[in-house]
């Protein structure tokens, strides 16, 4: 491990549970979870076959964030709430304009909305008319303002730079279930090798629409499962039958330490180790033994200069899918095998409560894991009643846990075999 120590300044979240990160973590050491009825907005009838999610709540919406321009200006959703997740960063953190002018930007979003009905549109024609550029010019005023044709994956890393006038580096990814993270993770390392003091980082997203969660379905990854209710989402349970989408963002301040103490900043946690792997097994599923998500794991604790069994706490990518969760039950067994490290490490997933934010999943995750590391408490992987014979670790199930928590790791798993861990530490100013 060299370079500056980095440390977490600012949280900001918006999820299933509302619009702010406080408000996500106290019901979710309540062990509620936010997954409800849902149905996409294009389908009256109640056909749709997945029929559950964890949907942002616009009546939870805060009197004073009624007025961010995020509402005014047209975005879509994941736009809309990164930017929102971003300003409450910022404003946790307690910086000011002046502070943020040489700040990085590296944000993380999704596959814009509408990009079926924009195609239609586009190759529709006219009567002796082609698709032409003229054409389309003529049709313009027809694209769905939240559409693919008028928002680029990078317009959330722009318009949250625009707004707090950023001139550092500004970095949009795009990586799939692993994006989010992998913003934190290369903030962080940006301010460890000195290229910048202060980073902005995180994701959003929203699937919440025909197009995606048609794809999700077809693809076998979203569940359709009718039985448990809202309770369908069950990470490593083996009644567990597929991921249940949430909606939302989450965005961290990352900063040098001296830097923030100077300014009389109190860190949530330190970031220390960050890693990444490409298993490359299939596009949508994961190698079976869990190979890339060991790697990713292995990466962060060497980044770090951690041994494996000095690490308490996984949060867990655990996606409630029959093949993940066996998948990195395993590969914690592989790197954390040495005196079977594995049994007396907690593991939590997140997902479980307020669903799978795909690419802005690692955000939260993250946020939630500093503050266990900041709190010692765990939060409980809910709606885990028969454990898979095959994922026997101790998963946290249903209920919060008070324990000492100096170490954490983050997991975030895409398809395509992305995989990124992120170690965090318990904040101490002397190391």
Known sequence: MNGARVVITGLGA????????????SEMLRGSHCIRPWQPDEVSDGSFPVGFAAPVDMALLPPHLDEHPAWRLPLEKRSRYGWV?????????????ADLREAAVLSASGAPHHMLDDMRLALAEEPGAGADWAYLMRRADRVHAGGSLRQASDRLARVIAGHFGCEGPVVNISSACAGAAQAIGN??????????????????DSVLNLDTMGSLYLLGAATSEQRF????????????????????????VLERLDRALAR??????????????????????????????????????DDAGLDPQQVDLINAHGTSTPLNDVAETLAIKTVFARDEHYRRLAVSANKSQFGHLIAAAGAP???VTALSCREDRITPTVN????DGDCDLDYCANQAVHRSVEVALSNSFGFGGLNTSLALRKYRRSR
């Open 85 to 97: 997740a971003a300003s409450q960063a910022v404003a946790d953190s307690g910086l000011d304009a």
């Open 365 to 367: 995750e993250v946020i």
């Open 187 to 204: 903030a962080f390392q940006m301010i460890r090798r000195g290229e910048v003091e202060l980073a902005l980082a995180g994701g959003a």
């Open 264 to 301: 009389g900043a109190t860190p949530y946690a330190e970031v220390v180790g960050y890693g990444s792997s490409l298993d490359g097994y299939k596009v949508t599923a994961p190698d079976p033994q869990g190979r890339g998500a060991a790697l990713a794991m292995q990466a962060a604790l």
């Open 229 to 252: 209710g809202a309770d369908l989402c069950r990470p490593f349970d083996r009644h567990r039958s597929g991921l249940v989408a949430g909606e939302g963002g989450g965005f961290v």
């Open 384 to 387: 885990l009643h028969e454990p």
């Open 14 to 25: 918006v999820t299933g549970f509302g619009f702010t990160w406080q408000r996500m973590w």
